[in-house]
C-alpha cells in the first residue's frame, strides 16, 4: 500500500504528530510518500513534487483539522484515493481519527477494516476580470461584499428565481459544508450522505429572506444585481478565487466527482454533531 501523507505544519508544531505516524507505519508493509518540501523533516519516506504525490498513492492520510482535508479534497477526488483524516483541529467533522487513536486507526486502514463514506462535491463557474474560472469544492461557494456596502443578489435553481435579498452575501453549501459557515449563518445540518444544495443568507436586511434546501439535479446560479455595491467576492472553500461584478453570475452544479472519506464507524456523524457543537 502507497500512503500520501498530508501534514499541516502550522496545526503540527515541528511535525510531532507526523513523525509518530511515521514511526507507526514503519513497522507495516507501506510505502510512504510526502511532498518534496518536507525532504529535511528525518522522515524516511518518497517524495514529490505538488501534485505528483498523489498520482504515486493509494490512499491519504490528512493530519490536521477539515480545513486540510479541504485542500487535498479535488486532488484526491479526481483520482479517487480515499482519505483519512487526523484530527489536530478543533471541531473535525471529517477527521475521524484523534491523536490517541491514530495507532488503531493506522493498523484498522492497512487491514482494511474500514468503510468508505462519499461526499457530494460542487463544480464552479464565473467570469472574473476578463477569465472564466473553472473550480470545484467541496464545503461551500460563498458570493459576498468585498467592503463595508451590503450586495443584492438573486439566487436561481434551474432558471426559476428563488429568492432576491440585500445581504452581506449569500453561501450555497455541500451538506459537508452545512457545518461549517452556512451553520453559523443560520443554515441548517443536512446529512452527510445525502446529496442537496444549500442557500444561506448572510446577515440579510430583509425579514423574508431564509435557508433554502434545493435538488441537486437542478443548475444553482446567485446572481449580482445593482445595488450599493457593484461587485462581489467569490469565496470556495474557504479561499476568495475572484469577483463578479453587476449582471454577473455564479453558475454551480452538482460534481460528477466525489470525495471518498474512510471510517472506522467508531462515531456517527451525529454522535460527532453532538459532541463538536453541544
Known amino acids: ?9 502550522t496545526k503540527d508544531k ?11 507505519l514503519s513497522g507495516m508493509s507501506v510505502q510512504m510518500c510526502m511532498d518534496e518540501k518536507y525532504k529535511e523533516s528525518g522522515i524516511n519516506a518518497d517524495f514529490f513534487c505538488g501534485e505528483e504525490i498523489y498520482n504515486r498513492a493509494d490512499v491519504a492520510i490528512v493530519l490536521g483539522g477539515d480545513g486540510t482535508i479541504l485542500q487535498a479534497a479535488e486532488p484526491c477526488a479526481i483520482r479517487h ?11 473535525g467533522f471529517m477527521t475521524e481519527t484523534e491523536q490517541n487513536d491514530m495507532e488503531c486507526a493506522a493498523k484498522m486502514l492497512v487491514e482494511g477494516a474500514y ?71 443560520g443554515g441548517p ?8 444544495f444549500l442557500s444561506t443568507p448572510i446577515c440579510a436586511h430583509t ?7 434545493l435538488a441537486p439535479e437542478k443548475k444553482i446560479e446567485v446572481r449580482l444585481f445593482e445595488g450599493a ?32 472519506l474512510i ?9 460527532i454533531l453532538a459532541a463538536k457543537l453541544m
Not at 425579514?207 to 434546501?213: G, M
Not at 461587485?231 to 470525495?259: P, Q
Open 81 to 91: 484515493i480515499p482519505v483519512m483524516g487526523i484530527n489536530l483541529g478543533r471541531v
Open 229 to 260: 455595491n457593484k461587485f462581489a467576492d467569490v469565496t470556495v472553500d474557504g479561499i476568495v478565487k475572484g469577483k463578479i461584478g453587476v449582471g454577473g453570475s455564479v453558475e454551480i452544479k452538482r460534481s460528477s466527482i466525489r470525495l471518498k
Open 115 to 185: 468503510k468508505i463514506e462519499e461526499r457530494m462535491m460542487m463544480d464552479i463557474a464565473f467570469m472574473s476580470e476578463g477569465k472564466t474560472l473553472k473550480l470545484s469544492a467541496l464545503n461551500d461557494c460563498v458570493v459576498s461584499k468585498p467592503d463595508a456596502q451590503m450586495i443584492r443578489v438573486g439566487v436561481f435553481a434551474g432558471g426559476e428565481e428563488i429568492t432576491e435579498y440585500i445581504a452581506d452575501g449569500t453561501i450555497i453549501a455541500t451538506p459537508t459544508g452545512s457545518t461549517g459557515y452556512s451553520l453559523s449563518a
Open 207 to 213: 425579514l423574508h429572506a431564509r435557508p433554502s434546501v
Open 263 to 271: 471510517k472506522f464507524g467508531r462515531q456517527s456523524f451525529y454522535d
Open 14 to 24: 515541528g511535525l510531532k504528530n507526523t513523525h509518530k505516524l511515521y514511526n507507526i
Open 1 to 9: 500500500m502507497r500512503i500520501a501523507v498530508i501534514p499541516n505544519p
Open 189 to 196: 445540518v443536512a446529512d452527510p450522505g445525502t446529496d442537496v
